[in-house]
């Protein structure tokens, strides 16, 4: 079985560019999360999907944060326009829709640098 | 006050040593309770749940203690391969899915 892939897994761009950001999740996992690592904090939750539709979005800082998972299959992740401040490590998780608290299958990230 | 923090570590130990990290939330409505582990540079991994009357696999242990809002993760007979950074995390509330993660504390077993 495929894990959660994630693309890219380095990307260097320049405050005020845009990036996108993608997550392939397991297939057959309806729940699909985005959390992110800034250096020296923890990790921190982003959103969450059930399959298309987000449940909880509570944890996206800003409006130049947008997340889409059309058809409830992949998702992206776009911030735009860049800051500094958006650097960090992007992790994708997924997991089977019950029972609640199933594991998460997180993806091997995608380390971000705004310079 | 942070939702979960733990031993800032690091942590250097002996091959065979036993180590015990801990863990402290700050919602007591929390319901699910887990340590993660995560290698440098890679994707955090499920190492255990955590369950209340207590759990073991293996050589790993894990204690919560919900009047006291904490957490432990036990490791017996330590080996290299278990140098990683531990992760405590909780599901802050009912309902919800959403992973609230501590700092970590950074294990480095040595020969």
């Known amino acids: 079985e495929a894990g959660v892939t994630q693309f890219p897994s380095h990307s260097v761009i320049e405050k005020g560019q845009t990036v996108t950001l993608r997550c392939d999740p397991i297939?057959?996992?309806?729940?699909l999360y985005w959390y992110r690592r800034v250096m020296g904090k923890e990790i921190k939750f982003l959103l969450h999907?059930?399959?298309?539709?987000?449940?909880?979005e509570s944890g996206m800082p800003n409006n130049r944060f947008l997340a889409e998972r059309t058809g409830g299959t992949y998702s992206t992740l776009k911030v735009q326009p860049a800051e500094l401040e958006d650097s960090g490590v992007y992790f994708c998780a997924s997991s089977q829709d019950r029972p609640v608290g199933s594991p998460l299958h997180f993806g091997n990230g995608t380390r971000l640098t705004v310079t | 006050r942070k939702e979960v923090e733990q031993d800032p570590g690091p942590f250097n130990v002996p091959e065979g040593a036993t180590v015990a990290f801990n863990c402290t939330y700050s919602?007591?409505?929390?319901?699910?309770f887990f340590w993660y582990r995560q290698d440098c540079r890679k994707e955090p991994k499920l190492l255990m749940s955590?369950?209340?009357s207590g759990n073991e696999d293996g050589r790993f242990t894990a204690q919560l203690n919900r009047a006291s809002q904490y957490i432990s993760l036990l490791i017996r007979d330590s080996k290299l391969s278990d140098s990683a950074t531990y992760l405590c995390v909780v599901i802050p509330q009912g309902g919800s899915e959403k992973l609230v993660f501590g700092k970590g504390t950074k294990l480095t077993v040595n020969p």
């Open positions: 999907f059930v399959k298309e539709s987000k449940q909880d």
């Open positions: 955590v369950y209340s």
């Open positions: 297939s057959g996992h309806d729940n």
């Open positions: 919602n007591s409505a929390s319901q699910s």
